[in-house]
């Protein structure tokens, strides 16, 4: 069964996708992390969930496209990530030649996400969410403008219609 968060029109909260999304990642326990890195990795968690994007290979190809063009998240941000030890092993676990091929099995879907990150509102915070958390997804993707891609990170017909979230925002 599809994870809630990843329907573009969710009406759970920023935090309740957050645990939804927790619980179905198994590749880190918080336990073999330090407080920093545990910091990093909640805000590319947080990514996941707010671009729609599950757990799989491929999405997380995407769900680093849209934070490199749908966040404030600078270089050394992006780098603090990547260079965690962590992070690091998922690496050489997954191996170099599988992430290229990854990233050109989804190449399709990393220029609709560059196009569909360039017609944002704004940048999504890549630190600056906590406010965000009890807010329900569809009214933090309808503020930022992220459409996200449909079935989560992955394009299934290219219709923007289709793929948009709804124009309802709570009072």
Not at 9 to 36: C, D, I, K, W
Not at 112 to 121: F, H, K, P, S, T
Not at 145 to 156: A, D, E, K, N
Request: glycine share 6%; aromatic share 8%; with cysteine.
């Amino acid at each position: 069964m599809a994870a809630s968060y990843l329907d573009p029109n969710a009406e759970m909260t920023l935090r309740e996708g957050l645990e939804q999304y927790v619980s179905r990642q198994e590749t880190l326990s918080p336990e073999e992390l330090s407080a920093a890195a545990r910091r990093e990795f909640l805000c590319h968690d947080v990514a996941h969930v707010v671009f729609a994007c599950d757990l799989t290979p491929e999405h997380e190809e995407l769900v680093d496209a849209w934070t490199v063009f749908g966040t404030d998240a600078g270089v050394r941000d992006l780098l603090r990530l990547a260079l965690q030890p962590a992070s690091l092993r998922i690496f050489w676990k997954v191996g170099p030649v599988q992430a290229v091929r990854n990233a050109l099995r989804v190449r399709p879907q990393l220029v609709e996400v560059r196009r569909r990150a360039r017609g944002m509102r704004k940048k999504w915070p890549w630190r600056g969410f906590d406010p965000h958390m009890d807010r329900p997804l569809v009214d933090i993707r309808a503020e930022f403008g992220i459409r996200v891609l449909r079935s989560g990170c992955v394009v299934m017909d290219g219709s923007e219609e289709e793929n948009a979230p709804s124009n309802h925002v709570r009072g």
